[in-house]
């Protein structure tokens, strides 16, 4: 089975920082990558799909990059509303779809 | 614009059978989407759980394949989760979702596995 590995785990930032979080596969999963953001008793909201696709609605300053291997999810300018959990998903290529075990951002 | 509703007992027995629905408005449930169910245990991460095509094609997670099976009800637009011999693991805020990844999520159900 496909793993996915988020670094850091956790992470504190200021207002108007650039964030970024990592997503390791464990093998190639070309670019069927989501991003999802999770803030504190909400439902998960998706932000991102095709790796680096934005939903339309999602701010400008979220945006991702990677395929194959490693990806990752950049905050231009955070906001005190971006404080939140956010998870990597891998789908497609095989039936199956996992998770990462989720990055926690807090606002210094 | 889609939604989804889980329901189903909120507490469940260790040993038991949890067995949830999720109601589909907005789609139906014969549609070119897949119909996922998502768990999330308090304070953790998010665990994929499996999906069904309205075909009743199913696909589901190995952790959890012996003991969980999917169905659709197309007469009345849901599709059901069954998980068997329960333990406090399985305590968790379990979710349905359309063709993940998906911006239509339900709100959430707690169901929680205690005696």
């Known amino acids: 089975d496909i793993q996915l590995t988020q670094s850091p785990s956790s992470l504190s930032a200021s207002v108007g920082d650039r964030v970024t979080i990592s997503c390791r596969a464990s093998q190639d999963i070309s670019n069927y990558l989501a991003w999802y953001q999770q803030r504190p008793g909400k439902v998960p909201k998706v932000l991102i799909y095709?790796?680096?696709a934005l939903l339309s609605g999602v701010p400008s300053r979220f945006s991702g990059s990677g395929s194959g291997a490693h990806f990752t999810l950049t905050i231009s300018g955070l906001q005190p509303e971006d404080v939140a959990t956010y998870f990597c998903?891998?789908?497609?290529?095989?039936?199956?779809?996992?998770f990462g075990q989720g990055t926690r951002l807090e606002i210094k | 614009q889609v939604q989804l509703q889980e329901s189903g007992p909120g507490l469940v027995e260790p040993s038991g059978t949890l067995s949830l629905t999720c109601a589909v408005s907005?789609?139906?449930?014969?549609?070119?989407?897949?119909w996922a169910w998502v768990r999330q245990p308090p304070g953790k991460g998010l665990e994929w759980i499996g999906e069904?095509?309205?075909?009743?094609?199913?696909n589901y997670n190995p952790s959890l394949k012996s003991r969980i099976s999917m169905s659709v009800d197309k007469s009345k637009n849901h599709f059901s989760l069954r998980v068997t011999s329960v333990t406090a693991a399985d305590t968790a805020v379990y979710y349905c979702?359309?063709?993940?990844?998906?911006?239509?999520w339900g709100q959430g159900t707690l169901v929680t596995v205690s005696s």
């Open positions: 907005g789609d139906s449930i014969s549609s070119n989407n897949w």
């Open positions: 979702a359309r063709q993940l990844p998906s911006d239509s």
């Open positions: 095709g790796a680096t």
């Open positions: 998903q891998k789908y497609s290529d095989g039936p199956q779809i996992t």
């Open positions: 069904i095509f309205h075909t009743g094609s199913t």
